[in-house]
Structures are given as C-alpha cells and as structure tokens.
C-alpha cells in the first residue's frame, strides 16, 4: 500500500517528466546513430572520403588525453552526486 501521507504531485511530474526525457533523448540518439550508420554504409566516393576522414580522427585521438578527461568528469559527477545528497538530507 502506498504511503499517501507524503505523496507529492510535485514529485510524480517530476518523474514522468524524467522519464519521458530521458526515453526522448535516447530515441533521437539512437535515430542520429542510425542515421550515421546508414550514410557510412554508402557506395560511393562521399562515403568513402567521410569514412577515411573518420578514421583518421580516431586513429589521431590520444588516449592518455581522453582517459584524463574522462577521469575529470567521473570526479565531477561524483562531487555534484554527492552535493545533491547533502542537499537532499537536509
């Protein structure tokens, strides 16, 4: 049985909000990805050249760079998870 004593609208739109963005971004990410995945499948020289020209970024990324930059946002995200935490708990 749901506890009605501290159900809140507010909190209910909040979450169907939530959800419904989230299920918005993920279906137009994955349409973009098709989409990509369609054009790269092409024949023809404008495929060809873009697929080179992916390539050739990728091979050109340094690693160490990325990596570092991945780290620094998992320390963000973990610092700003842990603000809301202190935030809610008040």
């Known amino acids: 049985m749901p506890d009605l004593e501290h159900f809140s609208l507010f909190h ?15 279906a137009l990410t994955i349409a973009y990805f098709w989409n990509l995945h369609l054009q790269l499948r ?9 697929r080179r020209y992916l390539l050739l970024h990728i091979l050109r990324l340094r690693l160490r760079r990325f990596w570092l930059d991945v ?14 935490a202190l935030h809610s708990a008040l």
Do not use: F, K, P
């Open 12 to 26: 209910l739109y909040r979450w169907i909000l939530v959800v419904l963005g989230v299920t918005y971004a993920t």
């Open 71 to 84: 780290v620094e946002i998992v320390v963000l995200v973990a610092i700003l998870w842990e603000l809301v």
């Open 42 to 50: 092409q024949a023809g020289s404008r495929g060809q050249l873009v």
